[in-house]
């Protein structure tokens, strides 16, 4: 009576393994790509988008059910899908040139994540997650951040160290360095800089120490080895755009700029300005373009003319055949935390030479696409704002203020420095939202965790300081 | 044509027999010889072996079986081509010997719709003397003397006496009578079975009563007509799914849905294009399999109602079987020409609320205002020599009706033009338009000596109630049955349906579905405007005065800018889906007599389809700017093989039937598809070619082998018991738990047959118990994880995910075991029928995908887990309390059904199942709560102990942030459904009430119209404001603290539904919870059939009626604001159910239908 039983419940059309480029690919694709694509939450607390009342976490406003549950699902799933190169693809060849370095790259790769995920929660389920299904633990607990972060150093370590160029690589499939492990080196050392310095705060001596053996290893040292993912047109194409341009097109009136960005670039006169924003709509209709921001969190009830207000530059950003590389790990990030260390004598620098990792950061911020400034623009721009001044504090605050504008387009990188070092001073909107009128701290969890996973949320709760609100500090965010 | 025509043709078939003292099993046999009938007895119950006498010489066989039955209290009942022979009430006619007879009389007998009725028994009672009318009603007799008294009897008629006085000539009209009593039933298999044998209830609905519906999906058909039988309507009107839930819902996921059996062979019932919940998405109902059903060719519908009548179905008979009996022809029986038309005009029962009063705005003004220079800036009352600027933006603060009075001012709409500003045109008229459809029936049917036949042709037109959706549906069957060798019977038939549907309406939250779009739409706006749905340059250039983005010219015409948003007219004239359905149900059945009361049967069962499913959008449409196409090619094919073997004995007092049988059942579905989007030439709507191809696949195979036995013994035909087992093999469960076996036993006990009983009004009890278990094997490939593969590729890789769902290698069939008890009363000469039920069920070990824990990298896991229990009484009380001798009669029944379901337990760190949700509310399965549970999330107001809320001192409710907290519940307290029906001569009318007490349904659609101030509930403090109910609080830190005073401080309207709702993902769920009560009319019919006399010199038509119908009238009681709490959210999936969201209003009916017969 079971006759072929077997077979008949095996699906056709689904693949019981898959090589491990497969999900390599997929995993890069979704998670590199992320990182741009949180402006109405993240985009506008760090003050650079103002979507004004169409998205409440842009008010200040808890809405867990859509933005945090879909962003919290997302990133577990990508997890899952890079932890199952490790829990059954490559089983087993941990060791062998087939496996070793494939599995050290995903690793690294995970990690990226990792850190992601905790900078914007805070403590996450992190142990126990990512396990395979046949063992899976389903109440996962929530680890301390402060674990998490130890975790990720050491086991960052350990996958750089299993990097060996001779080894079998993802090739094409690895669309960011195309397999290249001296590259993959150097992205994991960088990985290692900002994960080091992320801490100065919380745990000075980790932080330098990290710091420190990052500083001494190769690290990415032009914007060709930054860690940038290929896009595609949307033309043809049914993923794989730079997430700017395809948020911008789905609904513009989500995609206006902010009033404290604009202004700062105005003020620098920064030569990004009009690669970044469109004259207001109706200064352009009027014969005088002016560049004017939209202010951050202004709640309901203000009524605004949104062509008074600029949009990101259409033709950039609206151009359905544009397409340029998403820049997620930058050679200019790793010059500002150099002049970062610099100022503070880590790795053997001194605060002296902040100033040059200072200027090549602005430098390589400003080269990269879609900016592309021409040398002269550049010089010009570094004449006037390339010095350094004041006291070290006042220092970092400068760097920190050249990086939030080189992090423009990726929304959480720049929005843990600005929590983390408190650079540049931010002015929260007028709404009161959910936090008084205090800009967020941290991303609150998935409502379903609330459900679904409800003694280990709350465990994790209990020791927020605020409780699961945008308000309560990451273990990170000391300063 | 009728049960009741069948039955006079087969009784009037002619006998010819001389016996003297001949036993009467003789007698019976004789006949049986010469004619097309079986007779159905237990000896010992009838005393067949006694002598008697009978002559007859070309008589009608009613005539000379009321002669032979009644003097030795012998009643007969007629079942197909079965009479049913039982022990009847004591005699009423002492024998006595013949008298010399010296009067005559003659006459004629109709029916109580006056048409003619051959074969009718007139026996001078006392005496065995009589004979029976001719084909056209008519008799002649002698009587003895003026003192004689003629009976006149037929089956399913009341017998009437009549004294024959001076009368020479009599006309009698007989009365619909007891038809019940030893009632016949179509059971699990195709069985049938006498209704007083059966151990378990089931529910009977006529064929007639379905097709009188004239409903587009036979589902909705069911509505209220069978005690535990709940039944919603589809959100996407008439082309849509219906959602039958029998006994409660008793699986913790998917639909709970029936079996739908027909003719013995399962059909596919699947609504593959469902919406299993519908949080943020949107899409069309498919429809399911029964709506495909002709209910013209259906001659009797049984419902069984749970594992108790449907243990051999095994498990798909878990949630109950709807077993269907189409029509077949009758042997000897000239061919009979039936026409049946049907025309109805449906418009919408309930509409929004709307308010007429303020138009677009907020707080009170227009929102923005064209200055005399041109330039539009945000609305201030200072300004002068321009103006007000309607809004085509997305905020609510635009979209909102929160303006100023609506009373003609001129104004500039977002596109532009010059408008008055004044309450918008009725979409319900402007846009909608009244439903219509048309039934054509053609049958003909009839049968020789050894060939049965029967055809029918049934063609259904539906034009819908959104423009442009059209349903069309040829019915085709021809089913046949021969005896083509001695003993060996063939029965076979062909149904091939073709369907279909043009346009089907998006429901749900999806971006097309124009009731959501006009529950919004500000109540100002320029209807004429929307009409227009193609931009102009004019309309762009005005509208981007506001920061309208990606309009061109010739796109869709929006009102608001959002990227998910339509215009309705765009929708139906500038984007299509159509499908067409090729349907085959088929079986061929060959039954072959080995000895008297042993046969074997083999059957082949078949129901298969082909669906096309192909749709575009227009280049333009705003959610679908560069234009898409998709066609899908969907085939599914339900085999089903069954060999049986049927043995009936009697042994003594004891009757056995028996039943062995072994069952294959297959089912096979593939899709294939594509979806493409970018068209590469506009106006060219084929797959491939467009830019971007995403190709579609989809298989699923499974197979149930199956063994299995059923026997049921009764003892002097009142006491019977059944027992049945059955084993299944499914390839569904991992090999080493693919077996499994469960069993039924059941008692039936005929009290007054066994015993007399000394209530005098009690004519008979039936006692019956049973206990019954089945399982259920779930759905293929859900023991092994799969990974994904995308689709697409990116820059030439291949993409892949793993599976979401973590399944379980070592999954096991559910079972549900379920008892029931119950008993069947008729009192007073059958005038006073009840019928009561009480039944338990628990099903176990459900294979159920619960929500886990996402932070695991899977958000469902497929295990078994869970208990869930019903129990619940059911009750049928009918009769007839008026009767009276011109004719007139009122019938009356009532079924009532009141379920109680409660989860019992889920598996360890699990708290709760989500069977469906939405923003803001959860329909959940908790522990020790009732499946089906509303549960509102993220939102709540702050309440105080006693309940109020606490107001800030801004005036406003304080929100609080929370996990969920249980509001309401889904499921209703109890159903009932009232039918009553009068009749007079030809004339009859009939009602049919659909009743359901408790359970609540949340409103999406008023969510949407409080945040945007569109209804008649946002009116109250428009001007000068509102005072918040509940008591003021004060902060004190993080706290709020109650002062005890009631609130005085007034809002206005627009902040207090902002703080209520100010979107559909941001509100709080108790303020759009409904009572779902309501008292519906669901059904009235006024027919009239044309007396035989009119027609009597009609050679063409034999028969005539006309009957005026409404459906879905009205409600006596309803407390639903603006919707049909009876309507379901989206369709049949018990994750949409107590939600409303935007549906389709429900159709009010009315219309007319004719039957002719030649």
């Known amino acids: 009576c079971t006759n072929n039983f077997e077979e008949l419940n095996t699906s056709p059309t689904q693949p019981r393994n898959v090589p491990a480029e497969y999900l390599y690919s997929q995993a890069q694709l979704n998670g590199f790509l992320a990182d741009g694509t949180n402006w109405w939450q993240v985009g506008s607390w760090v003050e650079q988008w103002a979507s004004g009342s169409l998205s409440a976490p842009s008010q200040y406003l808890e809405d867990r059910d859509i933005y945090e549950t879909n962003n919290w699902t997302s990133h577990y799933e990508l997890i899952k899908n890079l932890s199952q190169i490790r829990n059954q693809v490559l089983k087993g060849q941990e060791a062998t040139p087939n496996g070793r370095t494939k599995l050290a790259i995903a690793k690294i790769t995970e990690i990226y994540f990792w850190q992601r995920m905790t900078d914007f929660w805070g403590d996450i389920p992190y142990n126990e997650a990512g396990l395979p299904d046949d063992n899976l633990i389903l109440l996962p607990k929530y680890d301390k951040q402060e674990d998490i972060y130890k975790s990720l150093i050491a086991a960052l370590d350990a996958a750089i160290g299993q990097l060996n160029a001779t080894d079998v690589s993802y090739g094409n499939a690895d669309f960011v360095y195309k397999g290249d492990v001296t590259k993959w080196r150097k992205f994991g050392n960088s990985l290692k800089l900002r994960l080091g310095m992320r801490l100065r705060y919380a745990d000075a001596a980790l932080a330098r120490k990290t710091v420190e053996e990052a500083l001494s290893a190769p690290l990415i040292e032009s914007n060709a080895e930054n860690g940038a993912m290929p896009t595609v047109t949307q033309d043809g194409n049914p993923f794989g755009y730079h997430p700017i341009i395809g948020g911008y097109n789905s609904s513009k009136e989500l995609n206006q700029l902010a009033a404290p960005f604009i202004d700062l670039l105005l003020a620098k006169n920064d030569p990004r300005l009009p690669r970044i924003a469109e004259p207001t709509e109706n200064s352009k209709k009027a014969g005088t373009p002016v560049y004017r921001g939209l202010g951050v969190a202004l709640g309901n009830s203000v009524i605004i003319n949104r062509d008074d207000y600029s949009y990101g530059n259409i033709a950039i950003y609206n151009d359905r055949k544009a397409t340029f590389p998403y820049v997620f790990l930058a050679y200019s990030d790793n010059c500002f935390f150099k002049a970062e260390a610099a100022l503070l004598g880590w790795g053997g620098l001194t605060p002296a030479q902040a100033e040059g990792f200072y200027q090549a950061g602005i430098r390589a911020a400003m080269q990269i696409q879609p900016y592309s400034i021409a040398e002269a623009d550049l010089t010009a721009y570094l004449a006037r704002e390339g010095k350094l001044t004041g006291t070290a504090e006042q220092q970092l605050e400068q760097i920190m203020t050249q990086k939030w504008i080189s992090l423009f387009m990726r929304h959480y990188e720049a929005y843990a420095e600005w929590r983390r070092t408190g650079y540049p001073k931010l002015t929260p909107g007028p709404n009161p939202g959910t936090t008084n009128g205090q800009i967020p701290r941290r991303g609150v969890y998935s409502s379903t965790e609330r459900i679904r996973n409800a003694a280990n949320y709350n465990e994790a709760t209990s020791r927020l300081s605020n409780g699961d609100t945008y308000l309560s500090k990451v273990w990170w965010d000391k300063k | ?1158």
């Open chain 2, 1 to 1158: 044509f009728s049960p009741d025509q069948a039955t006079k043709e087969l009784l009037s078939q002619r006998i010819s027999l001389n016996l003297k003292n001949a036993p009467l099993k003789q007698v019976l046999s004789l006949i049986e010889k010469q004619t097309q009938i079986k007779f159905i007895y237990v000896p010992q119950n009838i005393r067949a072996d006694r002598d008697i006498s009978v002559s007859a010489t070309n008589e009608a066989l009613s005539g000379v079986l009321e002669r032979v039955l009644a003097p030795l209290g012998i009643a007969y009942e007629v079942a197909d081509n079965r009479i049913i022979l039982t022990k009847g009430k004591m005699s009423e006619l002492a024998p006595a010997e013949p008298r010399a007879l010296d009067q005559a009389v003659s006459g004629s007998v109709t029916d109580d719709k006056g048409e003619a009725l051959p074969g009718v028994s007139i026996v001078v009672k006392g005496s065995t003397q009589g004979t029976t009318t001719d084909a056209q009603g008519g008799f002649k007799i002698n009587v003895p003397n003026g003192n004689s008294v003629l009976v006149f009897s037929f089956v399913g008629y009341a017998s009437q006496e009549i004294t024959v006085g001076t009368q020479s000539v009599l006309t009698v009209r007989l009365l619909p009578g007891d038809q019940t009593l030893n009632e016949v039933i179509v059971t699990a298999l195709g069985i049938k079975r006498e209704k007083k044998a059966l151990a378990y209830a089931a529910g009977e609905i006529k064929g007639s009563d379905l097709a009188q519906a004239n409903v587009t999906n036979l589902g909705t058909a069911l509505s209220a007509k069978v005690a535990g039988v709940q039944v919603t309507s589809s959100a996407g009107g008439a082309s849509g799914s219906s959602r039958i839930v029998i006994r409660g819902n008793s699986s913790l996921s998917g639909n709970s849905q029936p079996l739908y059996v027909i003719d013995g062979v399962p059909i596919d019932n699947s609504n593959r294009r469902a919406i299993s919940s519908f949080q943020l998405q949107g899409g069309l109902d498919g429809g399911d399999g029964i709506s495909n059903i002709n209910p013209n060719d259906i001659e009797s519908m049984t419902i069984l109602k749970g594992p108790n009548g449907a243990a051999l179905y095994g498990q798909l008979g878990a949630n109950g079987v709807v077993i269907i009996t189409t029509k077949s022809g009758r042997r000897n029986r000239r061919p009979s020409i039936q026409y049946n038309g049907s025309y109805s005009v449906g418009n919408a029962l309930v509409t929004p609320d709307y308010q007429n009063e303020y138009g677009q705005g907020y707080n009170g003004q227009f929102t923005y205002y064209r200055q005399a220079d041109g330039k539009v800036v945000p609305y201030n009352s200072a300004l002068t020599g321009g103006v007000p600027k309607l809004s085509a933006g997305r905020n609510p603060t635009t979209r909102g009706s929160w303006g100023p009075q609506m009373q003609g001012q001129t104004v500039e709409d977002m596109w532009g033009d010059t408008v008055s500003y004044s309450p918008i045109a009725n979409p319900y008229k402007e846009f909608f338009q009244p439903e219509k459809q048309a039934i054509n029936t053609v049958s003909v049917d009839g049968g020789g000596e050894k060939v049965n036949y029967y055809f029918s042709l049934t063609n259904l037109s539906n034009s819908g109630f959104v423009p442009t959706n059209k349903l069309n549906r040829n019915s085709v069957t021809v089913k046949l049955s021969a005896d083509i060798a001695k003993g060996l019977n063939l029965d076979t038939k062909i149904n091939y349906i073709n369907q279909k549907v043009n346009n089907r309406p998006y429901v749900g939250d999806d971006g097309m579905n124009p009731v959501y779009r006009f529950l919004y739409v500000p109540r100002s706006l320029n209807m004429d405007g929307l009409k227009r749905y193609e931009y102009t340059a004019k309309d762009i250039r005005y509208s981007q005065d506001l920061g309208g983005n990606g309009f061109f010219v010739g796109g869709e015409k929006i009102f608001e800018s959002n990227s998910v948003t339509s215009n309705p007219f765009w929708t139906i004239n500038n984007t299509h889906n159509e499908d067409t359905r090729d349907r085959i149900i088929a079986y061929a059945k060959l039954n072959y007599e080995i000895a008297k009361g042993i046969n074997v049967q083999l059957r082949y069962g078949s129901d298969l389809y082909y669906e096309r499913q192909f749709g575009w959008k227009a280049i333009g449409t705003r959610i679908s700017q560069t234009g898409d196409v998709y066609e899908n090619m969907e085939f599914n094919k339900t085999e089903n093989i069954d060999g049986l073997l049927m043995i009936n004995r009697e042994v003594g007092d004891f009757s056995i039937s028996a039943n062995l049988g072994a069952n294959h059942l297959s089912n096979r579905y593939r899709l294939t598809g594509n979806a493409g989007t970018q068209l590469s030439i506009p106006g060219l709507y084929a797959i491939g070619r467009t830019v971007l191809n995403t190709p579609r696949l989809g298989v699923a195979e499974s197979v149930i082998n199956s063994v299995f036995g059923q026997a049921s013994v009764g003892f002097r035909n009142y006491l019977f018991l059944d027992v049945s087992a059955r084993n299944d093999w499914s390839s569904t469960l991992p090999i080493t738990n693919s077996s499994f076996f469960y069993p039924s036993v059941g008692l039936s006990w005929a009290v007054t047959d066994a015993i007399p009983l000394n209530f005098p009004a009690l004519d008979y009890l039936k006692l019956r118990a049973s206990y019954a278990q089945a399982g259920r094997s779930g759905d293929p490939y859900l023991t092994l994880g799969y990974y994904n593969l995308n689709a697409n590729t990116f820059l030439n890789q291949p993409l892949a995910t793993y599976t979401n769902t973590v399944v379980d290698p070592n999954l096991k069939n559910e079972l549900k075991t379920s008892y029931e008890a119950g008993a069947e009363l008729r009192f007073f000469k059958n005038r006073l029928n009840l019928d009561f039920t009480y039944y338990y069920s628990v099903t176990s070990n459900q294979i159920l995908p619960i929500v886990i824990s996402q932070s695991t990298g899977y958000s469902t896991k497929v295990t078994n887990a869970g208990r869930i229990e019903n129990k619940g009484i059911e009750f049928l009380i009918g009769g007839t309390p008026v009767k009276l001798n011109n004719g007139f009669t009122w019938d009356v029944s009532f079924n009532f059904s009141a379920n109680r379901n409660k989860v019992l337990e889920l598996i360890d760190g699990v708290n709760e199942v989500v069977v469906g949700s939405d923003r803001n509310i959860r329909v959940v399965a908790a522990p020790g709560e009732p499946y089906g549970q509303l549960k509102a999330a993220d939102y709540a107001w702050l309440k105080d102990e006693n309940g109020n809320r606490l107001i800030d001192d801004k005036g406003l409710p304080i929100v609080q942030s929370i996990g969920t907290l249980a509001i309401g519940n889904a499921t209703p307290k109890w159903i009932g459904g009232l039918t009553n029906s009068f009749s007079y001569k030809g004339l009859s009318l009939s009602t049919l009430l659909d009743i359901r007490r408790g359970g609540q349904i949340f409103s999406q659609g008023r969510v949407q119209e409080a945040a945007y101030g569109t209804s008649k509930r946002t009116l109250e403090g428009r001007e000068g404001g509102l005072v918040a109910e509940g008591v003021k609080a004060r902060r004190e830190g993080n706290q709020w603290i109650s002062t005890g005073q009631p609130n005085d401080i007034p809002v206005t309207a627009q902040a207090y539904w902002n703080r209520v709702a100010s979107d559909k993902g941001f509100a709080v769920a108790e303020e759009f919870l409904y009572d779902a009560s309501y008292i519906a009319i669901r059904e009235v019919r006024l027919a009239y059939q044309i007396p035989a006399g009119l027609l009597k010199n009609n050679k063409v038509i034999r028969g005539a009626s006309l009957a005026l119908y409404g459906r879905n009238l009205g409600y006596i009681e309803r407390h639903t604001d603006g919707f049909s709490p009876e309507n379901a959210s989206i369709n049949v999936n018990s994750g949409t159910m107590g939600m409303e969201q935007h549906s389709l209003p429900m159709m009010r009916t009315v219309g007319v239908d004719l039957n002719l017969s030649f």
